[in-house]
């Protein structure tokens, strides 16, 4: 009885593991299969991309860089999925190499990694294959002719925030809430100081870094102090740590309507995040930086065969890859006008925003 | 029914009863099962490539199991795995790229600063548990915060100012050509003979040596430890400074293999948490740990194509990995019906 019960446990473990390996062997066949098909209609042109840890619903960059691919696509009649456009979520970072090995291994003719946590990711994968297209956004990999680098000047961006943000304080005091450390947060924190100082150079900028880029409850408790000390105008360079500062002034905002709070946004428009009801709203305006275009930009370089690779790309003001969102009448007609002026200037180079905090 | 039998058949209905549900939900919300678990057993088992990852995958989680089940053994619940590994991952990082030595000579120094800085992390809550009986659960998960962020401060420092250390030498890294041609450039490294080593080393301290008898009986009743003659304090430090350098090894397999320096974390690893599901999947023995690692990390890393091959989104991934984790840890149902069931039936003869 015994021996019969376990022969049975047995050869259904058997029978699970013909079946299973039998569905691996099937998908094989499928798979190569598909890469045929790609081959016989090689006018498509496929684009992927690799999320950081933030995932690609990041109300921020990840989701910019997909938002691009998107339009990408759909100009040109692609499909989600192999031969189309696809993405990859990354759950931890060992996952970047990985991530990035996976879809050149599915024939996407270029795949972007979203971000400068990829760097060593990016370089390891470019090495081990030499025939992959891999643009890296917010970082530069010099010496690689696989790899094209993408940076933003956000600091000229934040500069006219700091300009915006000055004018219309009412307390007199501002704060910067930065995510990690580091040369890339580093140019909003320096654009946006210097675009107060410009304007009123008493405000003192109050500067607090999250040391993170998710988490949220600690986006909420210096959004707090800040808006307790006075502040009332609060710009955050901190990915989804900014989502606490949203919801800190909404708070705010609604249990007393009178209140004067604002969040400036960053990266994409992120006046969705900072509604109240139908008619408030604490968004004041966004640092936008347009990882979709440039997305969209680079993609077609690439699939006319002019894939800048071995280059760094800048977006600033001057070509539109960096700018302020609409503040839908938050922002008085006077200061849009100083803001303007300042955005010439800039542009004509007359005002040479600083890249770093300290210049 | 024989002991020996249900001990074979709990886990595999834990596993198969996981993986029913996991199909239910994937199901219900709208994605192939089929395609699913197809995705999942490519991801793990596919070709060389994803063989040599799930490897990778699998060899830190061995040491962050081992880690929390030798602290268990004595009775003593090390949450701060994670804070240790980080540790040991800087210090591993650190000598990596410090020191030009023979390979002989680098590779088991980086190993032991990775042990020795995890094991340091370690010994603090030690310390303060057994003198002043402050609850190492509290310090340790309190320490991770510390160690996060003074390692992050740290890279900064080492590097000049950079977001990353710079790459270990050749003479200290545990990747070899051999694996990468072998497997088709996956990062699979000599880790895993570490890994399988540190396993055998729990067991000879546990099974086979005076000192393993004592952390044990700690662990089973302190008092009468003591009364036994047993130093107990000595004994709760001892084991958190080992459970310390297990976690440490685990942050050098990081250093040295997969990712050969250490950049700033912008948040936990997770490893160091999924330590303490391996180690109890393991029911805190070294075998059973590595077994535990081996099924958490294949879970993992196969879930990762989950949703590039069946279009899976990687939260419905979570849930079904999880599902399969929680039917296996909750073996315990399954082996009180599994003997009623075997009760029943000699009755009825």
């Known amino acids: ?359 | 029914m024989s002991k020996r039998l249900v001990n074979i058949l709990v886990p595999l209905i834990s596993i198969l009863l996981g993986l029913i549900i996991g199909a239910i939900v994937m199901a219900i919300s709208g994605f192939s099962p089929v395609e699913g678990y197809v995705a999942l057993w490519n991801g793990i088992f596919m070709d060389t490539y994803t063989m040599g990852e799930t490897v990778r995958q699998i060899t830190p989680y061995v040491f962050a199991g081992l880690a929390v089940a030798f602290a268990f053994r004595t009775g003593l619940f090390n949450i701060g795995v994670e804070g240790q590994l980080i540790m040991g991952w800087l210090a591993a990082a650190y000598v990596g790229f410090k020191f030009d030595l023979p390979t002989v000579i680098h590779l088991p120094l980086a190993l032991i600063a990775a042990a020795v800085a995890g094991a340091l992390w370690a010994f603090i809550p030690g310390l303060l548990k057994a003198k002043l009986q402050v609850h190492e659960v509290i310090v340790t998960i309190m320490m991770n915060y510390t160690a996060l962020h003074v390692a992050n401060s740290l890279i900064g420092t080492l590097s000049g100012g950079d977001e990353r250390t710079p790459k270990v030498q050749e003479t200290a890294s545990l990747r070899s050509s051999f694996f990468e041609s072998l497997t088709d450039y996956s990062r699979m490294h000599w880790g895993f003979v570490v890994a399988l080593i540190a396993v055998l080393v729990m067991w000879f301290i546990l099974e086979k040596t005076t000192r393993g008898y004592e952390l044990k009986a700690v662990g089973f009743n302190k008092h009468a430890s003591q009364y036994a003659g047993m130093n107990v304090n000595k004994n709760i430090i001892l084991a958190m400074v080992i459970s310390g350098a297990f976690a440490g090894l685990g942050g050098a397999m990081e250093a040295l293999g997969t990712f050969e320096n250490m950049s700033k974390l912008h948040g936990f690893t997770g490893i160091g948490f999924d330590g303490i599901a391996v180690a109890l999947l393991g029911a805190n023995q070294p075998f059973g740990v590595l077994l535990g690692a081996i099924l958490f990390g294949s879970l993992k890393n196969g879930g990762l194509n989950m949703p590039s091959e069946a279009g899976v989104p990687t939260e419905i991934v979570n849930i079904v990995i999880a599902l399969i984790i929680f039917f296996v840890a909750s073996g315990y149902i399954i082996r009180v019906v599994l003997e009623r069931f075997g009760k029943q039936r000699k009755e009825e003869k």
């Open chain 1, 1 to 359: 009885m015994k021996k019969r019960k376990f022969a049975f446990a047995l050869s259904g473990l058997l029978a699970l593991g013909t079946i299973l390996g039998a569905c691996g062997g099937k998908e094989e066949t499928e798979e190569t299969g598909t890469t045929t098909d790609t081959e016989t209609t090689e006018e498509t042109f496929s684009v992927a991309m690799v999320t950081d840890t933030g995932g690609v619903d990041d109300k921020s960059f990840n989701q910019s860089t997909w938002e691009g691919i998107q339009a990408f696509g759909e100009e040109n009649g692609l499909e989600k999925g192999d031969g189309g456009f696809d993405y990859l979520q990354s759950a931890s970072e060992s996952d970047y190499v990985s991530n990035l090995t996976r879809l050149i291994r599915r024939d996407f003719d270029l795949v972007y990694a979203v971000g400068y946590l990829m760097h060593d990711a990016v370089v390891e994968v470019a090495d081990q294959q030499p025939d992959a297209k891999i643009a890296i956004i917010d970082e530069v990999i010099e010496g690689k002719d696989n790899v094209a680098s993408i940076m933003f000047r956000a600091n000229e961006a934040s500069f006219l925030a700091g300009v915006a943000a000055a004018l219309e304080s009412k307390s007199g005091k501002i704060g910067f809430i930065g995510g990690m450390e580091g040369p890339i947060i580093g140019g909003f924190q320096a654009g946006f100081e210097a675009g107060v100082a410009a304007v009123n150079p008493d405000i003192k900028v109050d500067v607090e870094y999250a040391a993170s880029f998710s988490d949220a409850a600690k986006g909420q408790q210096i959004a707090k102090r800040m808006y307790d000390s006075g502040v009332d105008i609060i710009f955050h360079a901190a990915g989804g740590v900014g989502s606490g500062l949203f919801t800190e002034a909404k708070e705010r905002k609604q249990k007393d309507p009178n209140a004067n709070v604002w969040a400036i946004g960053v990266d994409r428009d992120q006046y969705d995040e900072g509604q109240v009801d139908a008619d408030t709203n604490i968004v004041l305006t966004s640092v936008l930086k347009r990882v979709d275009v440039a997305a969209q930009e680079v993609a077609k370089l690439a699939q006319e065969g002019k894939f800048p690779g071995g280059e760094t790309i800048t977006y600033g003001l001057a070509d539109q890859g960096v700018d302020l969102a609409d503040s839908r009448g938050a922002i008085s007609e006077e200061t849009l006008a100083k803001v303007e002026e300042f955005k010439q200037q800039i542009i004509d180079g007359t005002i040479k925003v600083p890249e770093q905090p300290g210049e």
